[in-house]
Every structure is written in C-alpha cells, then in structure tokens.
C-alpha cells in the first residue's frame, strides 16, 4: 500500500522537477546553503500567480529586511516537487499543507515555524474534508459510492486524498478494503482518478465529469464566496473530523537564529493583503505551532500508506 502512494508521489515529483529544471538551476547558485544570502521560498502555481505578485513581494521585502538575506521564490508544479527540492537544499521555507509538510519532516527534517488561523486564534486552526456531489445527484451517504466515478486531488493532499481515503476504509472496514482499493479503477469505485487542485475538482463535480469529490471545507468555503460556483450547485454527503490547518515549515538545516527570526516575523505578521493574496483568506494570521500539532497526521500516513 505505502508504494503505490510513493509511486504516485515520485511519478509527480520527477514531473514537476524536469519542468521547473531552469528554477532549480537558479536557486543550485542562489540557495542560502550557498553563502550568498540568499533565502529561497517555494510556491504552488495558485500562489504563484502574477496576480499574486505584490503580495508576495511585500512579503518577501520585509523578510529579507529582518534576516538579513535576499528573498527568491522557487515555483513548483505540487508539493511532492517543494519535499524534494528542501530534501536538497534547494528550498528554505514553503507553506505546506498538512500531509506534505509530513513528508518534509521525515525527509529533510523541515520545522513548522507558523500554521494558519482564522483571526490568530488556534482553537480555530483546523479543517475538514468534505465529501461533495452535484446537489441534484442520487448520491446520499457513503453507502451510495460504490460503483461511481471520483477524483481525488493528489497524492500527497491531506483532505483531498489522505483523508477520504481513510474515511473510506474506516467505512467499509468490515469489507478489509485497503487504499488501492479506492484507487484503482473498478475496484470500488468505477473510475478513480485526481483532478490536481480542490478547485478542478469542484468544477469537475458541478459538470457532471466525475461524480463525487473530495474537498477541504476551507476551500469550498473560499470558492463560494469568491463566486467561483453557487452555494446550491454541490451538496456535502460526508464530513470528516478536524485536520490541522497548513503550516508554513522551514528546512531544518537552517541555523537556529534565523529560524529563530523567522517564526518571529511570521507571529507577528499582519499584512490582510499577503493572507488574502496568498493563502486566500483575509482572517487568516500565523499562530504557534511545533510538530506535536501534525502528529496525528504523521500516524494516519503511517495506518493508510503502510
């Protein structure tokens, strides 16, 4: 079971790192494991849009002001390519999400500095993985998935393939279904296959290309108000318990004074604009975190790759 996941996890890796060969180059002669100082961020293609830019601009300026080092982003096409690239050196610091930040830790001993929070407040920093269907489909519970079409997101998203995958197996316990099971076609499922990002997911669903997918809540919550789809154009059929929002995690090699700076800049950043722009929510703010808040995550990769 773990190497079908590791598989998928290296196919997407070996993927995302021959189409971002010429970053790479760039920060093997700029990552601040080279003397330079310089300090290397690493964003997902959403974070990295242009539109994005000045956020993470001003983000990236009042940083370097503190540490003393040139801030450059690194954009990789999945955090399987962010785990490989701290794995080399070649990244300092990135905001991973739950399960990859869990790779990272294994893999290159990175270190959570700040996880999200709506409004700084930790008792609200955790999320759900929603189950959702199109809102006028047959599909009422668990019970109805056998048979159906669904698209998870990738192989190293906590609520988008984690999670569920767990959900499902904790279901049909009784049937001694593993995680192949759920992602091979016609085991279970009539077709299983991953859309990418939460986003092409939901707007497979609400097409009619697949019939069930699964989403972070927060994300759901974010395409609804930006008005990306209809509030009654998808229905949730299942709801998971509370997963640890992403943490922003830095390469463990880094020397303790400068971690030590960074998680002091990120508690006490308070840019709405960064927050919005970037991790796409206003409300959102840094809050304390250490590894002891993902240990739960740690064991359920354990209990469904292993």
Partial sequence: MNRFFRRMALFAAAGAMAMSMSTMTACDSASSNDGKGTFTIAYLPDEASETKANARKGFGDELS??????????????????????????????YFGPLSFCQAYERSQ??????????GNKEAAFYQSHFIVKSDSDIQSLADFEGRTIAFVDPSSTSGNLVPTYELMKAFADRNFGPDDFHTNGKFFSAASYSGKHQAGLQAVVKGDVDIVPIASSTLANEIIAGEVAADAVRIVHTSFDVPNSPMAVRGGLPQDIKDKIRTFLLSYDNADYFEGVLGNKDFRFVHCTIDDYKSIIELDKMVNN
């Fill in 65 to 94: 002001a503190l540490i003393g080092m040139k801030v450059q982003e690194f954009s990789a096409a999945d955090y399987s390519a962010i785990v490989e690239a701290m794995r080399a050196g070649h990244v300092d610091m990135a």
């Fill in 110 to 119: 990175a270190e959570p500095i700040g996880m999200a929070a709506m409004h």
